[in-house]
Each structure stands twice: as C-alpha cells, then as structure tokens.
C-alpha cells in the first residue's frame, strides 16, 4: 500500500523479495545480449547513437585517450536503458535514488580531479583563475571556481535524479485522478499520460546525455 506519493520510489517489492535492484544488474546483462542476438531496428539505432556520442567526445580527447570516449559511451548506455527501463510497470527506477547517481557522478569527478592535480598542478591552479580577471575580484574568484569544481558531482548526481523523480510523479498524480472523473474526462487522461510518457522516453535520453557530456568536458579540461 502507497503511505505517500514518494513511496513508490522505495527499493521494495510486493513478492517479499528485494528485487528492485536487480534492474541494475539486468541491465548489465541486456547489453551484451543485445550483440548476440544479431542486428534489428532497435539495436541499429542504438548502435547508431552511440557512435555518433563516440564520435563528438572523440574531438575532445587526444588519440591516446580514444579508450576513455568508449568508456563514456557505455555509460551513456548503461543511463539510458536504466532510465527507459524504470518507464516500464512494476521496473524500480533506480537512477532515481540519489545513491545510484551519486555512485556513478562521483568516482568519474575524483578520478579526473585527482589525476588533474597530481599530473598538471599548474593547470589546474590557472583553472581558478580566469584570464582577464581584474586584480580585486581575483581572492573571490578563486573562491567561486574552488567551490564549482567540488561540487561538480553533486550537481550531476542531483540533476540526474530529480529528473527522473519529477516524470514518475507528474505520471501518478495525472493517473492518479482518472477514479473520480467521469468517461470523457478519462480518454483525455489517457491521452495526456501517453504524451507524458513520450517526454519521459525523451528526458530518460536527454538526461544521459547530459551526464555523460558533462563529464566529458569536466574530464577534459585536465
């Protein structure tokens, strides 16, 4: 039974069993099954997708570093089908639970930012201080950009999950009120609610998109 509106988020399931997370680890196995079982329209736009994401990030690296822009094509990947598949009913949402964005944000934010102050501390110092800026806003600036760049991961994470969160309650409070409304009311509900879900299969896209570009230009600039 919902308690609240924000209950249908909770990781539990009505068998008894904690198989909401398994959505991550079935995601993990739809990927490369999606290989085997041979070439269809789904797959073929997918795989047009991709390449096309690999291609833009591949500007941005050097050609030694050609590894790390198909790493961020899986994660492209692996947010995309996590997102789409928590539209599906009775699927958890997982990247709607901010320990899942924030596990996936986090680890790409230190490698790079520790790797980039390690490996380049002159870079990352000039980093904090943007050419042209006058000599009395310099203490602030430096300040600004420190705080930017920590909380980098946090405003990933937190974009990637409220996200997903607004779609799924715009969904139940829109279905929600289709019991105490009369017949012709309802087919308008209907058509709202398919509407809603082509702009949540848009959002579930978009939103991995902009994580993983993000993260592209975050890794870059070291």
Known sequence: MMTNLFSVFDPSSSLGLALNWFSLALVM?????????????GTTVVSWAVKKLYN??????????????????????????NNMTGLLPYVFTATSHLVVTLSLAFPLWIGYFGF???????????HLMPQGTPWLLMPFMVVIESVSSL????????????????????LILVSSSVTVLNLMVFWGIV???????ILEVAVAIIQAYVLVILSVLYSSEV
């Open 116 to 126: 980039g102050w390690v490996n380049n501390l002159k870079w990352m110092l000039a």
């Open 29 to 41: 196995f739809l990927i490369p099954l999606g290989k085997s079982i041979g070439q269809s329209r």
């Open 191 to 197: 058509l709202a609610q398919l509407l809603l879900v």
């Open 56 to 81: 833009e990030m591949k500007v941005l690296f050097s050609k030694n570093s050609n590894m790390v822009a198909v790493l961020f094509s899986a994660l492209f990947l692996f947010i995309m089908i």
């Open 151 to 170: 909380i980098r991961p946090s405003t990933l994470a937190v974009r990637l999950m409220a996200n997903m969160i607004a779609g799924h309650l715009l």
